[in-house]
T-cell receptor, first 114, second 111 residues
């Protein structure tokens, strides 16, 4: 079975531009998580969804960040406008409630904002 | 205070030795604990989970949980250079989906 799929794998953009990161969870998983990882702050949960509904977005750093999950097989994380401090690796993870908390991570998107 | 804290390391052990990684947590509502391994430039990979007090063994890995002391550990026996990675401890509740991760411990196993 395919794991969590993320695109793009690398993104380099200029400050002020809009960035959209994409995620396809593992089929049948009903939880989806967006994380950000930096050396300074480690792995931070930004937002998570259950059955396509946002449950906790308290980790979203500011209004420049938004996330959507229009259906069970697709989610986006958007940053507009992007800033250099947004440079990080963004991971998407998914899990199935029957094995709650055993999250499976995608390969990540390395974002560089210049 | 962070909800999940790990001994920051880095930890360096010789090949064949036992590596001991430790984690404490502050949320008594946490019921399940996970150890993820993350190689440089890769995504976290689940290697062990534990729900009950005591020890859980899987090959060279043993996870230990002591809920009274709010302490979780991971022992790696017969450490190999391929075990060199960052190890992330995470805690969660079965009543909701999210995990809280520690900062990670960098382990280096030298030949």
């Amino acid at each position: 079975d395919a794991g969590v799929i993320q695109s793009p794998r690398h993104e380099v953009t200029e400050m002020g531009q809009e960035v959209t990161l994409r995620c396809k969870p593992i089929s049948g998983h009903d939880y989806l998580f967006w994380y950000r990882q930096t050396m300074m702050r480690g792995l931070e949960l930004l937002i998570y969804f259950n059955n396509n509904v946002p449950i906790d977005d308290s980790g979203m750093p500011e209004d420049r960040f938004s996330a959507k999950m229009p259906n069970a097989s697709f989610s986006t994380l958007k940053i507009q406008p992007s800033e250099p401090r947004d440079s990080a690796v963004y991971f998407c993870a998914s899990t199935f409630r029957g094995v709650v908390n055993e999250q499976y991570f995608g390969p990540g998107t390395r974002l560089t904002v210049t | 205070q962070k909800e999940v804290e790990q001994n920051s390391g880095p930890l360096s052990v010789p090949e064949g030795a036992i590596a001991s990684l430790n984690c404490t947590y502050s949320d008594r509502g946490s019921q399940s604990f996970f150890w993820y391994r993350q190689y440089s430039g890769k995504s976290p990979e689940l290697i062990m989970f534990i729900y009950s007090n005591g020890d859980k063994e899987d090959g060279r890995f043993t996870a230990q949980l002591n809920k009274a002391s709010q302490y979780v550990s991971l022992l790696i026996r017969d450490s190999q250079p391929s075990d060199s990675a960052t190890y992330l401890c995470a805690g969660g509740s079965t009543s909701y989906g999210k995990l809280t991760f520690g900062q990670g411990t960098i382990l280096t196993v030298h030949p």
